[in-house]
Nanobody, 116 residues
Framework: QVQLVESGGGLVQPGGSLRLSCAAS????????MNWYRQAPGRERELVAT????????NYVDSVKGRFTISRNNDKMTVYLQMNSLKPEDTAVYYC?????????WGQGTQVTVSS
């Protein structure tokens, strides 16, 4: 069956870095656009970063541009989110999403907490 399993979250001090991973299985990973979303307490889920099927194009929400990098390895069926210069406002549950209309799959989420 389809699975997206995120890992790499945790507690980090402001200015620190984390690398999230999302391992996919059960579908043709290379045919899906991959996204990272996040949801902070009391807020709506927000699209953070997108990468096209071949990795040739990426897009970011303004608040993370220059600090976050999305990448993918289609052979390993994995998408990554490198997060640098983390800020307290980056604290959220981060979700991996695979999209190829009309299908969309979600992971269970991984908690990222930025605090001193």
């Amino acid at each position: 069956q389809v699975q997206l399993v995120e890992s790499g979250g945790g507690l980090v001090q402001p200015g620190g870095s984390l690398r999230l991973s999302c391992a996919a299985s059960g579908f043709t990973f290379s045919s899906y656009v991959m996204n990272w979303y996040r949801q902070a307490p009391g807020r709506e889920r927000e699209l953070v970063a997108t990468i096209t099927t071949t990795g040739g194009s990426t897009n970011y929400v303004d608040s993370v541009k220059g600090r976050f990098t999305i990448s993918r390895n289609n052979d390993k069926m994995t998408v990554y989110l490198q997060m640098n210069s983390l800020k307290p406002e980056d604290t959220a549950v981060y979700y991996c999403n695979a999209a190829r209309l009309p299908w969309a799959y979600w992971g269970q989420g991984t908690q990222v907490t930025v605090s001193s």
